[in-house]
């Protein structure tokens, strides 16, 4: 991982992650990220975590993609299994294959909502544990891998759709879809918003809902992009650049983001946690010894950030409150 030249903590305390950064780039990071901020390592041992959801009971939920399974983390204690097969159902996958899956989220009645990878499809989880389907097709052809998924207030599921469930993924001979979009379900209807990302990934709205800032997951166009939306819900037809990180040598690549309530982004990317003003301005970095792909927001006053990285599973104290289901 490449070394930030900046402020870094080492934090060698029981149950705190050593070597954790905190890269301080503008003064409105200190108003966002403690001084005296520290990062704890919750969990170990996995293959590579994705999509936090923290849950009404209090526990968080995340993603272990490969290994295809939803672990459930209360206070206090270790991972247990919530659900397996979490993303695919069956037998034929090679080992390692991102068939589980990713991004987790709630709709209004607290159910719920999973991408899978390997089944190409979005399901909600009903009270009683069954599955039921939301999207698997666009105009009759199989979706790809659904890796994140957001809200709207006005109840629409919008998601990102790129190849990373399949094996060859873009050249994969299953792949029916000749773009990686992203979508909006409303009312049971399938709306493709976007088909011009190469490797669309996380998303996530502003407060107002008047933007939805979407990931690039690609080596060869690492950015953000943001999306005007529209009164009816679709997206403007061309996005604005947010920030362009294509450049960075550091592990890691645009992925799952969260913003909070004054309308900042924190958003996964080289390194860590790139944390912008609504503006676009890099304000600092949250770096966990291992490169993050998603966060969510938990805790009671929702001031608690969750990380998932890689093989573990981390959180950081802060000062403000984000947007959650």
């Known amino acids: 991982m490449k070394l930030f030249k900046t402020l870094f903590t080492v934090l060698p305390l029981v149950g705190l992650a050593a070597e954790a950064q905190f890269v301080r780039k503008d003064p409105a990071f200190d108003q966002l990220v403690p001084k005296d901020a520290k990062i704890e390592k919750l969990a170990g041992g996995l293959i590579f975590t994705e999509g936090p959801i923290w849950m009404p009971d209090g526990t968080l939920l995340f993603s272990d993609v490969p290994g295809n399974t ?9 991972p247990e299994v919530f659900l397996k097969p979490s993303g695919y159902d069956g037998k034929d996958a ?13 709709d209004k ?47 629409a599921l919008y998601f990102t759709d790129p190849p990373y469930g399949f094996t060859k993924q ?21 709306t493709l918003l ?6 669309p990934n996380g998303l996530a709205f ?3 809902e008047k933007v939805l800032y979407v990931a690039n997951s690609d080596e060869k166009r690492k950015v953000w992009v943001r999306y005007d939306v529209k009164p009816d819900g679709t997206l403007s037809a061309a996005g604005k650049l947010f920030y362009d990180v294509t450049k960075e040598t550091a592990d890691g690549l645009p992925d799952g983001m969260k913003v909070d309530k004054r309308g900042n982004v924190y958003a996964t990317g080289p390194g860590g946690i790139w944390v912008f003003s609504p503006e676009g301005k890099h304000l600092g970095t949250i770096a966990p010894p291992e490169v993050p792909a998603n966060c969510h927001w ?11 990285a890689r093989t573990g599973v981390y959180r950081v104290r802060l000062s403000v409150a984000g947007i959650r289901p």
Do not use: F
Not at 70 to 78: A, F, L, Q, V
Not at 117 to 146: F, I
């Open 298 to 308: 938990g805790g009671a006053d929702g001031q608690t950030l969750y990380m998932t």
């Open 194 to 199: 976007v088909k011009e990302m190469t490797r």
């Open 109 to 155: 009645q607290g159910r719920l909502i999973i991408c899978q990878h390997g089944n190409g499809q979005v399901v909600r989880r009903e009270k009683d544990g069954k599955l039921t389907v939301l999207a698997s097709k666009y105009q009759g052809k199989r979706l790809n891998s659904p890796n994140d998924a957001v809200y709207k207030s006005d109840g």
């Open 94 to 106: 090679p080992a390692g294959a991102y068939i589980g899956s990713n991004g987790l989220t709630l």
């Open 206 to 208: 502003s407060p107002d």
């Open 170 to 190: 873009d050249e994969d001979p299953k792949k029916e879809l000749k773009h990686n979009g992203v979508y909006r379900l409303k009312d049971g209807q399938l």
């Open 70 to 78: 939803i672990y459930r983390w209360k206070e206090g204690g270790k």
